[in-house]
């Protein structure tokens, strides 16, 4: 089956800790993104990658960093020098510009 | 002020009802796209639509480019329909990026 997985479900981070979100797809999109979901807000841009060994930062890139290396996967950190980590974060691909995007199952991420 | 305002925030319904929800937005945009999230968390592609109108099962979104709004019905709700709908646009331009409404929490009740 073609889709987007992320792992893991839940997450837990000690203050000061860099953590590793991973996201997987197999549908051959060229295009891959993270969000970050808060209540009461809608999704936000976290960075974004159009294609392999490149990726450009959305609106709130600040504490993150991420990676390109193959088609299929876009790894996030979420580093210390993120001070609001507790968020639910959304990875998505779609074929190209304009396109549909598809969402994986999502990552809750809780700093003890 | 948010570029993608969503309304009502909450509804409730009761099965069988007509539902309604509204987005409107204040950019010029190249398409616009209602999304489900259920309360597990994950969010699927309902429609995308740049024109006119598009229905799948009993569910149909519009668009009215002129007045920057669009919404989407569901047609005899049912519970499983109990979701938050999100509207998203994409700006204008060669990009994917989009810009997302805050969503609708749907509650239909037996």
């Known amino acids: 089956d073609g889709g987007i997985t992320q792992s893991p479900k839940y997450l837990f981070r000690k203050e000061g800790q860099n953590v590793t979100l991973s996201c997987e797809q197999n549908?051959?999109?060229?295009?891959m993104y993270w969000y970050r979901q808060d209540p009461g807000q809608g999704l936000r841009l976290i960075y974004y990658?159009?294609?392999?060994?490149?990726?450009q930062k959305g609106d709130i890139a600040e504490g993150y960093s991420v990676s390109r290396e193959k088609k299929e996967s876009f790894p996030l950190t979420v580093t210390s020098a993120q001070k609001n980590p507790t968020a639910f974060y959304l990875c998505?691909?779609?074929?190209?510009?304009?396109?549909?995007?598809?969402f994986g199952p999502g990552t809750r991420l809780l700093v003890l | 002020k948010n570029e993608v305002e969503q309304s009502p925030q909450n509804l409730t319904a009761q099965e069988g009802e007509f539902i309604t929800i509204n987005c409107s937005y204040s950019?010029?945009?190249?398409?616009l796209h209602w999304l489900q999230q259920h309360p597990g968390g994950g969010i699927v592609s309902l429609f995308m639509?740049?024109?006119g109108k598009k229905k799948h099962g009993r569910l149909i979104a519009t668009i009215n480019i002129q007045e920057k709004h669009s919404s989407l019905h569901i047609t005899a709700s049912h519970p499983r329909d109990s979701a938050v709908y999100i509207c998203?646009?994409?700006?204008?331009?060669?990009?994917?990026?989009?810009?997302f409404g805050t969503g609708t929490r749907l509650q239909v009740f037996p």
């Open positions: 998505a691909s779609s074929r190209g510009p304009v396109g549909t995007q598809y």
């Open positions: 549908l051959n999109h060229d295009a």
């Open positions: 990658s159009q294609i392999v060994n490149d990726f």
């Open positions: 950019v010029g945009i190249s398409a």
């Open positions: 639509l740049s024109s």
């Open positions: 998203a646009v994409t700006k204008g331009g060669n990009t994917d990026k989009l810009i």
